[in-house]
């Protein structure tokens, strides 16, 4: 069983920064892909941004140039670096952790408010 955690979540003024976290643990054979969701009340969850053990990176273009995400492999960690948030930024993120044997967990997510 693997276990996923976020942190690093608050409220920001828009134009600010965040530092979210994101630790899998129980994975013995590693974690292949690390990801990044967003959700607002009501609405479908989004991809925001993934990174696999390899290094290869996709953003959703929204985030382009604002968001970095980026991972540390022997502690299963990923980090979402949000720079230049916006309102619209504002959602419950979520970290997907794929283990390299297949199947998928989430985490408890962390909210990230952006308001003047």
């Known amino acids: 069983q693997v276990h996923v955690v976020e942190s690093g979540g608050g409220s920001v003024q828009p134009g600010g920064s965040l530092r979210l976290s994101c630790a899998a643990s129980?994975?013995?054979?590693?974690?292949?892909?690390m990801s990044w969701y967003r959700q607002v009340f009501g609405e479908r969850r989004e991809l925001v941004a993934r990174?696999?053990?390899?290094?290869?990176?996709d953003y959703t273009d929204s985030v382009k140039g604002r968001f970095t995400i980026s991972r540390d492999n022997a502690k299963n960690t990923v980090y979402l670096q949000m720079n230049n948030l916006k309102p619209e930024d504002t959602a419950a993120y979520y970290c997907?952790?794929?283990?390299?044997?297949?199947?998928?967990?989430w985490g408890q997510g962390t909210q990230v408010t952006v308001s003047s």
């Open positions: 990174i696999t053990r390899g290094g290869s990176i």
């Open positions: 129980g994975a013995t054979s590693g974690i292949f892909l």
């Open positions: 997907y952790a794929q283990p390299l044997t297949g199947g998928g967990y």
